[in-house]
C-alpha cells in the first residue's frame, strides 16, 4: 500500500495522502465526506464563469502545465511531435465550452479550422477532439451543426477524424442527435459514450447501426442519481460492460480511462475474442498516467494522448483536480512557487 500511494501521489508529504487516498484501508467516513465535499466544490467551481474569464485573462497558473500543452498551437504541436517520437498518436482540443454568443462560437470554429490546418501542414499523427457547447450548442443546435459542418468537412479534405466530446447530461442527447446528423454524411466523425450514466448501455445498441467509432469514458461531470450510477463500483462494471458490447458489436472503440484494472480487463477480452489491435485505442489524458500509456505503446497497442491547449484551461483544470482531489497539493505548491 504505501508504494502504491507513493506512485499514485507522487510529492504529496506522507502524513497527508491518506487525505486524499481512496486506498487507504481505516478510511473513515469523514474523509470519504471530506473528499466528496471537495470533489462538488471543484466540479461546482469548473462552471464558475467570472473565474473562467478571470484565468482566460491570467494565463496558464497553478501548476495547469501539467495538463494543458500551453497556450498556443505551436506548443501543442511541439507536444504531439514528441508523443509521436515515442510511438504514441494525439488528440488536440483548442479549450473552450459553453460558448454564448454567436461571434464567439465563430471564433471557436476559425481556431479549430486553423488547429486542422497545423495539423496538416506539420505531419503529426493527430486528430481533432471537440466540445460542441463551444461551437454554440446553448444558442441553437442549427448555429452548432453549421460550424461543426465547416470543421468536419474542413477534416474530411485533410482525411482527419473529429471527436465529438460528451459533455454534462443536459447536452446528451442533443449530442447524440447531431452525432447522427454528421454520420450519416461524414465517415470522420466520432462521439462519446459515459459509463456512468444509466442510458449509455441503450445508446450503445442504438449507435451500432451507425457503426459507431466510440471513445468510451467514465464520466467527468456531476449528476444526479436520476440518471447516473452513483457508486464507483458500479460505474466501474457498467464501463466495462459498454466496453465490451462495443468490442463484440465489431466496432472501433476508444478505450479512454488511467484505470489499470479495466485497462488489464480489455486486453485479456481482446486476447480471448481474437479481437484485432486496430479495433481499438487506448486514451490517457495528457500529465495523467504517462508511464502507463508509455508500457502499452511499447506492447504494440494503439495509444493516443489527449492533448488540450489555448487559454480556455480553467473548467478541463478544475475537472483534473476533481476527479482527484490530491491534485488539489500540487495547486497548492504551486501557488507558493
Ligand atoms: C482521452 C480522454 C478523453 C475523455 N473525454 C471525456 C468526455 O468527452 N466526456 C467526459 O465526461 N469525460 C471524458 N473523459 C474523462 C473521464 O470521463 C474520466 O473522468 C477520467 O478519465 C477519470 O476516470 P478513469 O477512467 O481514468 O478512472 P478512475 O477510476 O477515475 O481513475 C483510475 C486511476 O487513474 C488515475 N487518475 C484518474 N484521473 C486522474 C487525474 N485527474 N489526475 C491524476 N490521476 C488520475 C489515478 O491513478 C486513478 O486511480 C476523458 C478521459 C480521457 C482519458
Known amino acids: 500500500m504505501p508504494e502504491r500511494e507513493a506512485r499514485e501521489y507522487p510529492g504529496v508529504p506522507l502524513g497527508c495522502r491518506g487525505l486524499f487516498s481512496p486506498h487507504v484501508e481505516e478510511y473513515a467516513s469523514r474523509r470519504v465526506q471530506a473528499v466528496a465535499v471537495m470533489r462538488s466544490v471543484l466540479l461546482a467551481l469548473s462552471r464558475n464563469r467570472t473565474a473562467n474569464r478571470l484565468a482566460k485573462k491570467y494565463g496558464l497558473r497553478f501548476g495547469a502545465t501539467r495538463f494543458v500543452a500551453g497556450d498556443t498551437i505551436e506548443k501543442a ?160 462494471r457498467n464501463y466495462e460492460k459498454i466496453i465490451k458490447m462495443h468490442l463484440s458489436n465489431g466496432n472501433y472503440a476508444a478505450i479512454a480511462s488511467h484505470d489499470e484494472a479495466i485497462i488489464e480487463k480489455v486486453k485479456q477480452f481482446v486476447k480471448e475474442k481474437n479481437i484485432p489491435k486496430d479495433q481499438f485505442e487506448f486514451q490517457m489524458l495528457l500529465g495523467i498516467r504517462s508511464d502507463l500509456a508509455q508500457k502499452l505503446a511499447n506492447e504494440g497497442y494503439r495509444v493516443r494522448i489527449y492533448v488540450p491547449y489555448g487559454t480556455d484551461w480553467y473548467g478541463y483544470f478544475m475537472r483534473r483536480l476533481a476527479e482527484r482531489p490530491a491534485n488539489v497539493w500540487f495547486v497548492l505548491k504551486n501557488l507558493f512557487r
Open 77 to 236: 504541436v511541439e507536444c504531439i511531435r514528441d508523443l509521436n517520437r515515442r510511438g504514441i498518436m494525439g488528440a488536440l482540443n483548442y479549450l473552450g465550452e459553453f460558448e454564448n454568443t454567436e461571434q464567439g462560437a465563430a471564433e471557436k470554429t476559425r481556431k479549430l479550422i486553423e488547429t486542422l490546418d497545423a495539423i496538416h501542414s506539420s505531419g503529426i499523427d493527430c486528430n481533432l477532439t471537440v466540445k460542441i457547447t463551444s461551437l454554440g450548442l446553448d444558442i441553437s443546435k442549427e448555429i452548432c451543426v453549421a460550424n461543426l459542418t465547416k470543421i468536419v468537412e474542413h477534416a474530411k479534405k485533410y482525411n482527419i477524424f473529429v471527436r465529438i466530446e460528451m459533455e454534462d447530461y443536459s447536452h446528451c442527447q442533443q449530442t447524440l442527435d447531431i452525432y447522427k446528423e454528421m454520420r450519416q454524411k461524414y465517415d470522420n466523425v466520432g462521439a462519446v459514450i459515459q459509463g456512468y450514466l444509466y442510458r449509455s448501455e441503450k445508446d450503445i445498441e442504438d449507435l451500432n447501426q451507425y457503426k459507431a467509432n466510440l471513445r468510451l469514458v467514465k464520466g467527468a461531470y456531476k449528476e444526479s442519481a436520476e440518471v447516473a450510477f452513483p457508486k464507483k463500483a458500479d460505474v466501474d
